[in-house]
Structures are given as C-alpha cells and as structure tokens.
C-alpha cells in the first residue's frame, strides 16, 4: 500500500465531523484515514465542511504503523468572475 510523503497535495472526503476537526479519507491513497485538526481552521471555516464532501488538503505528518495521517486543508482561490463584452 503507498502513502503520501509530507507536503504532498491530496484529494480528501469529509467522513466525520467533531470537536477536534474532521475525520477524512485520502481518496488518491485507498481511501486511508485522516485528521484534519480543528486548530488549523476557525470553528466558522469548520461549519462550512459537511460530510461526503472532497477537498484538497496539503500532509502534515504521517503515521504509517497506524496507516494514518494529518492534513491542512488548502483554501480554494477565490477567483471573481467579471462580465466580458463581446
């Protein structure tokens, strides 16, 4: 089974939502187990996430006796969309 390597870019699937942050699954990596810490984003920023939904997520640490790892979300960019005229 492959892991990440830290700082690596990762597609990941919200599965739970707690206190502590989310618990993801890696779904470039066999659906592997993830946390991403609440102290990496604001209470706010946390409500926003619902289960079932993906992100990219940069690797912080890897814990590969226990097949699991801590990511950081990335933020998406946030891209305005201006009118042309043609």
Do not use: W
């Amino acid at each position: 089974m492959s892991y990440p390597c830290i700082g690596d870019q990762v597609r990941i699937q919200v599965k739970e939502i707690s206190d502590l942050g989310l618990l993801v699954s890696m779904i470039d990596f066999h659906n592997q187990e993830a946390f991403v810490l609440q102290c990496n984003m604001s209470k706010k920023t946390q409500r926003k996430y619902k289960i079932g939904s993906e992100h990219q997520a940069t690797v912080l640490r890897i814990d590969q006796s226990n097949k699991y790892a801590d990511v950081k979300l990335i933020k998406p960019p946030n891209i305005s969309m201006k009118k042309i005229k043609i």
